[in-house]
């Protein structure tokens, strides 16, 4: 949390507090501060309930601080095989993915089979892609 710049406001006095204007870098840093301030005043004005607002907003201070420390950290992104970026291993590895329009599974149309044309809409439904294709 940074703080531009900060002043009292009015001519000092012993029997009366002075506020203090504060103007932030950030404008989260501000609403941190006006929660903070909102929470303590609820606080105050409720002080004869059992449950205590001060030691819960301590206790999610506390919680948050937590947070901040156990988040991940970066890491330094190292490519593990060079070879297969600056040798041609990409291409090798595209290589050996099945295409479907390969030229020998375009030639290979289920209409021109006779054993296809023998088959009924229903059969054809059950039968799987891959016993269609062992037909071909």
Known sequence: ??????????KKKDDKARSIVVKFNKF???KGIEKKN???RWYFH???NWWDAATN?????KRQEVL????REKRA??????????????????NKVVRISTA???????QNTPVMQQLTYAELRKTKVTELLALC
């Not at 040798?87 to 590895?93: D, I, N, P, V, Y």
């Open 1 to 10: 949390m940074k703080i531009e710049r900060s002043h009292r406001v009015g």
């Open 28 to 30: 989260q840093d501000r």
């Open 38 to 40: 909102d929470d303590l």
């Open 46 to 48: 409720r002080k004869i």
């Open 57 to 61: 907003l301590l206790l999610v201070e």
């Open 68 to 71: 901040r420390e156990k988040q």
């Open 77 to 94: 992104y190292v490519k593990r095989k060079l070879s297969f970026w600056c040798e041609g291993g990409k291409q090798e590895a595209a």
């Open 104 to 110: 020998s599974v375009m030639d290979a149309t289920p």
